[in-house]
């Protein structure tokens, strides 16, 4: 299964952060994708874009992989 969207839970383990911190992330980037004029999801965020905006961290397909079984 190909994985599109990391969710708010996601990415509060990918950049070590609490809960509200993630969801303020994920709104500040939706945001910018509907200036954009995309279609943002509420609690998720492209990979793409997760890619972008956080160069340092590991967002390899296999990384992405284990994320998603660790939340499981």
């Known amino acids: 299964m190909i994985i599109n969207y ?3 839970k996601d990415i509060q383990m990918l950049a070590g952060v609490s ?3 993630a969801s303020t992330i994920v709104r500040e980037l939706n945001s910018e ?3 954009e004029g995309f279609i ?3 609690g998720k965020l492209p990979i793409q874009l997760v ?3 956080f160069p340092y961290c590991d967002l390899s ?5 284990e ?4 939340s499981i």
């Not at 994320?67 to 660790?70: A, G, V, W």
Request: glycine share 0%.
């Open 40 to 42: 943002a999801i509420r």
């Open 6 to 8: 990391l969710t708010i």
């Open 19 to 21: 809960k509200s911190k």
């Open 61 to 65: 397909d296999e990384a992405i992989q």
């Open 51 to 53: 890619r972008e905006k």
């Open 33 to 35: 994708l509907e200036e």
């Open 67 to 70: 994320l998603k079984e660790i």
